[in-house]
């Protein structure tokens, strides 16, 4: 389903706009997520990402009354972040296309700079934050 008048704008070769809705029918041919990811496997580094826990926190199901309530525990990736996901396809995506240098715009605090830099170490990374984000500790 599309929105019509947000999906009127939308560009070739461009992310799509408007998308409310998405359907899917048949069968997975993997059940690998990163075989759903636009670089291939033998890009990625060889460190442990993803694939974390779930956990099932028993007295908050019963107080809120939610059975199905279930807590994603990012914090066993390498530096104990979600933001891990993400570095792990930049840096898969640095090394398939040869990229030696990775800027990066944040919004104020090195989180995305961290996982990049321990996921590829030959990465050269430059980062910069956006003034109206930056806060005093």
């Given at each position: 389903?599309?929105?019509?008048?947000?999906?009127?704008?939308?560009?070739?070769?461009?992310?799509?706009?408007?998308?409310?809705?998405?359907?899917?029918?048949?069968?997975?041919?993997?059940?690998?997520?990163?075989?759903?990811?636009?670089?291939?496997?033998?890009?990625?580094?060889?460190?442990?990402?993803?694939?974390?826990?779930?956990?099932?926190?028993?007295?908050?199901?019963?107080?809120?009354?939610?059975?199905?309530?279930?807590?994603?525990?990012?914090?066993?990736n390498p530096t104990g972040s979600l933001k891990d996901r993400a570095s792990f396809l930049v840096a898969a995506?640095?090394?398939?296309?040869?990229?030696?240098?990775?800027?990066?715009?944040?919004?104020?605090?090195?989180?995305?700079?961290?996982?990049?830099?321990?996921?590829?170490?030959?990465?050269?990374?430059?980062?910069?934050?956006?003034?109206?984000?930056?806060?005093?500790?």
């Amino acid at each position: 389903m599309l929105c019509p008048e947000c999906s009127s704008t939308h560009k070739s070769g461009q992310p799509l706009n408007g998308v409310l809705e998405v359907e899917l029918s048949g069968t997975l041919e993997s059940n690998d997520p990163l075989d759903f990811l636009p670089v291939e496997g033998q890009y990625f580094p060889a460190i442990p990402v993803g694939n974390t826990p779930l956990w099932q926190p028993e007295n908050l199901q019963k107080k809120y009354g939610f059975p199905e309530l279930y807590l994603k525990d990012d914090g066993v990736n390498p530096t104990g972040s979600l933001k891990d996901r993400a570095s792990f396809l930049v840096a898969a995506f640095a090394r398939k296309h040869g990229i030696r240098e990775v800027v990066v715009l944040l919004p104020a605090t090195p989180d995305l700079q961290w996982p990049v830099s321990v996921l590829r170490p030959d990465l050269r990374l430059s980062s910069f934050y956006q003034k109206q984000h930056l806060r005093r500790k």
